[in-house]
């Protein structure tokens, strides 16, 4: 079955720093790659996606490239800031099929 | 954007009593909704996905005449949990599919229920 694995926190950074959060993932065929973002009292909000190998889904200054090689699609964003703060989900779901797995969620810190 | 709510975002309610939560998707129809149980500090956990106009399909391990799921419309769908107990207590959320090639869940607040 599907499965993500996902770094644990909590991570607490500084304003400013390089933020990384690892994600590996196990899945039959070739599914689509995730990164969802929950701030404080708020549901949950796509912040990026890739649909195929070597996509790379951006947005808000984060980054994430599917790798199918090594089955992974890592979170980065080279300055992080304060507003940054929140839990960080990464999933995937099968193509033609919107179930979505989920890893176990980063907590992210950012202080000024 | 798309749009999902969800009411109540808190309840709290005695143990033995039934709750329902709603799902509305507010600005498109929803053929699919899923709702998700997550517990502290972890992640969320499909427990069903509701389709509209048939029966909801159940993951492995969740009771489903406990979690009661009706999809009456396009554009919602509820989870009664019935005889509710402690155990019960956590942070509902549920997510709608916009469908139409977009691949891509939209997801409600979430509705906090503690049962005492």
């Known amino acids: 079955g599907n499965s993500v694995t996902q770094m644990e926190g909590p991570v607490t950074l500084s304003e400013e720093a390089f933020l990384t959060i690892n994600c590996t993932y196990t899945a039959t065929g070739y599914p689509s790659l995730f990164w969802y973002v929950q701030y404080p009292g708020e549901g949950l909000q796509l912040l990026l996606k890739?649909?195929?190998?070597?996509d790379k889904g951006s947005n808000k200054g984060f980054e994430a490239t599917y790798r199918k090689e090594t089955t992974s699609f890592h979170l980065e964003k080279g300055s992080v800031q304060v507003s940054d703060s929140a839990v960080y989900f990464c999933a995937l779901s099968n193509f033609g099929n919107e179930k979505l797995t989920f890893g176990t969620g980063t907590r992210l810190t950012i202080i000024p | 954007g798309a749009v999902v709510s969800q009411h109540p975002s808190r309840v709290i309610c005695k143990s033995g009593t039934s709750v329902k939560i709603e799902c509305r998707s507010l600005d498109f129809q929803a053929t699919t909704m899923f709702w998700y149980r997550q517990f502290p500090k972890q992640s969320l956990m499909l427990m069903a996905t509701?389709?509209?106009?048939?029966?909801?399909?159940?993951e492995q391990g969740v009771e489903k005449d406990k979690f009661l799921i009706n999809h009456a419309s396009l554009t919602l769908s509820t989870l009664t949990v019935t005889s509710a107990h402690p155990e019960d207590s956590s942070f509902y959320i549920c997510s709608a599919d916009r469908g139409q090639g977009y691949n891509e869940q939209f997801f409600g607040p979430g509705t906090r229920l503690t049962v005492l």
């Open positions: 890739a649909t195929k190998a070597d």
């Open positions: 509701s389709n509209e106009g048939s029966k909801a399909t159940y």
